[in-house]
Structure formats: C-alpha cells, structure tokens
C-alpha cells in the first residue's frame, strides 16, 4: 500500500486550489494543509492561518505536523528564502532557493543573467540615480519601458507612451518610493512589439521539460486595454502556437537558462516561467517567474494526466531526465477570472457570491477559488479575483463556450469579467 503523505500547500490563489485540487485526486495524497487557503482548499484540507510570508511559523509548523512535503507556490515566499528555510531543518520542500528565484525577484539580476548567457530579451539599462535614468529616456526613443527591480505585486512595469510619463514614472518609483525598495532600482528597456505568451519548463537543476504554452490575458479590460492585473483569463495551449516554435524557446531560452544557472552555482529548482515576447525578430523574454503561473496553472492542472507529485518528486529528486509528463491528447483548456469591482484598483470584500454550486455541475467545467472567504456560512468576496472558471475542450473554442455559459450562473456584486479571453488567439495564423 501507498504510503499517505501529509502535505502543505503554500499560498492562498486560484493557483493554489488548482494545485490542491489536483493533488487531492492521488491516492498517496493524505491530509492536505494550505497556508493560509481560501474558501475552495477549505473543500480540499484544512486551512491554516499562517501567512505565506511568515517563514518561521511555516517551518514550525511543517515540523510539529511531520508535514512530508511543501509546495512553495507564490513569488513572496520564494524571494524570502522559504526552500533553503525549509532545507535548513531538512524539511522536504518544492520550489527554487532564494538565489535561484533571484530570476523572478530582481529583474536587474534577470537582465544581467540574459547578457551573460545570450538569452534573447529587449536591449536594457539598470538605474538608481535619478538624475541619470531621466537622461537615458530624454535620449530614448518612445515607447520606452520602465520597471521596478524587485517584486511590486505585478504592478512594477510601466509602458510609457510619452517623455513625460516616463519620467513621472522614474519619479514615482525612484524618489517617491511607490513601491518601496523593490524601486531601489529600476530596469529601462526596449519596448517589445509582438504576441505575448507563457512558457513553464520543470527543472530539477540540470534537466528539464516543457510544459505546453499558454497565454495570459494581463490587462484589466476586452481588448487589452486599461491596466495591468495579476491575469484575467488564459488559454492553454494556445493554437497558434506551433512546435517549431516551443522548440525554438527551449533552444534559446530554457536550455541556456537552466544550464546558465547551474554553471552559476544556483541551479534552478522547480518551475521556470520565463513570460516571452513572439517578435518579428523571434521569441524574447520580457521577465523570468521562477514559479507557476497564477492564472496558467489553473489551464496546466485541467490539462495534466501524469501525476503532478511525480513530477515534484522528480524535481527535487534530480530525475526529470526520466520523466515523461502526459498530457490529454488533443484537448484545450481555459480559466477565465471572475474579479471584484474596481480591481486592480481599490475593491470592496464581503460581497456574497451566488450560482458558483449550479456552474461547477455543467459539463467539463471547475471552478477554482481565488479570494474567497466563508463568512457565517455564506461564501463571500475577498480579494481582487475571486473566482477562476476553467473548461476543457476538443476545441479552443469549444473550452471557451463552456467556461463562458457557467459564467452566466454565478453573480456577486460588481463581479466583472472578459468577455474576449481566447478570442484574438483564435484569429491569430500559426507561427
Ligand atoms: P511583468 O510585470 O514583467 O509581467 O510585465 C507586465 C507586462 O508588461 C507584461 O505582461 C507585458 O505585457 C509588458 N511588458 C513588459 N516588458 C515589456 C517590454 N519590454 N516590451 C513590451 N511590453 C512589455
Ligand atoms: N500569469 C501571471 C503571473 O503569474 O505572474
């Protein structure tokens, strides 16, 4: 018989439930634990109210639970050191070290990396004086991009269609701190022309493999236009993205990337989501995440036939080499982010989520918790995306349909949504 393994799930995202959900389905899979959870792992294991970020409590707690294995989801956790905390104690834990997700957590370390190893990416400087970073956008030509080094909860990047905005930018992250030390520094590159798409490749320091591609929809509004958010729907894969051109991105991008960090001494373990740029030029990396996506992985778990623990084992264990990751053969999958009123902006919590029983029982479609929170037994708003309705289907359109007739039964004041995730990717030619 399997042995039962108690595991701890760090994070409290659609991406998390959708790691739990998964998870949950395997028979050595034993009591399952977030920290801290919302309202859908709660359906899965037991919450936990411990913060991502608190590392000490976590590690305590993994030792008085005899947790057998931590997946550490999110960006935060990572950028504090959560593996080699774990390690320290030799707590069995997934996801890379501190220098290895250095990739993610400064973009200044990432565009530096890139030079050294010849991955493609937009022509950059790095800045934290002021006086010099205005100089190089008065000489730039527009638009001009400009972002905050450190992690700046999505928000640290700024496309500049004007002199003005960019140095009211410069301004705000350099002097006026908005984002506090993650502007310490600030990276001015190239703006980038072309399709935006997510590549995740599992690395167990020195090998790795490919995950299918899919494509976030970033901007608040149809269209793509208005703000940048955390992801407001993705499609997996996307179909016009052929296999000539994953290899292409595994040639020039994760092989001289995992290799490239191993040779620096920081071999990269866990998930390496490098957010690519589809340019007339090829495909460039516009910025590194050293984790899952949080809508992507939402797509990868409806989409995933092999064991997700298997391929964590493999990870850590340095076996991806003998790893064979199943797919479901000729299917595509969707999630699509019901959110708050007024994100990414300011939202109201505590509104009372309805319908979300009646649109999880229509065919292929789940759905995953984001910010939700059970008050007195209703199920309530608590955060900027709420919900993620995911389908699959023999289509992408097909998936599409499914995830959007769903939609229809669920309601809570000021749900707002996209109605046109997928729909430019089902125009687009293969390339
Ligand atoms: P990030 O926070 O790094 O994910 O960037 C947010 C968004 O900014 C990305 O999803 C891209 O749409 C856009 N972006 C970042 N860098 C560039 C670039 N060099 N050129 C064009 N767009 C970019
Ligand atoms: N898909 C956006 C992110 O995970 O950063």
Known sequence: MLQKQKILIIGSGGREHAVGWKVAQYERAGDLYFAPGNAGTLELGTNVSISATDIAKLVEFAQKEKIDLTLALPDDPLALGIVDAFQVEGLRIWGPTKGAAELEWSKAYAKDFMKRHSIPTAKYEV??????????????????????????????????????????????????????????????????????????????GQSWKMFPPSQDHKRIFDGNVGPNTGGMGVIAPPPFVGSAMMKKIEKEIVKPTIEGMAKEGRPFVGILYPGIMLTKEGPKVFEFNARFGDP?????????????????????????????????????????????????????????????????????????????????????TNGGRVLGVSAIGGSMKEALEKAYRAIEKIKFEGMQYRKDIGQSALEIKKI
Request: net charge negative; hydrophobic share 40%; proline share 1%.
């Open 296 to 380: 992507e992985t939402q797509t990868y778990m409806r989409l995933l036939d092999t064991d997700l623990l298997d391929i964590v084992d493999a990870s850590i264990d340095g076996k991806i080499s003998d790893l064979k990751i199943k797919w479901k053969e000729n299917t595509f999958a969707c999630n699509i982010a019901l959110a708050s009123g007024g994100y990414p902006g300011t939202y109201e919590k505590g509104n009372i989520i309805s319908g979300i029983v009646e649109a999880g029982m229509q065919t292929d479609v789940v759905i995953f918790h984001a910010g939700t929170k059970v008050v007195r037994q209703d199920l309530t």
């Open 127 to 204: 800045f934290t004086d002021f006086k010099k970073a205005k100089m190089y956008v008065e000489k730039g030509s527009l638009p001009i991009v400009i972002k905050a080094s450190g992690l700046a909860l999505g928000k640290g990047v700024t496309v500049a269609q004007t002199k003005e905005e960019a140095l009211k930018t410069l301004e705000d992250v350099l002097i006026n701190k908005i984002f506090g030390n993650a502007g310490n520094e600030v990276v001015i590159e190239e703006y980038l022309d072309g399709i935006e798409i997510s590549a995740h490749a599992i690395s167990d």
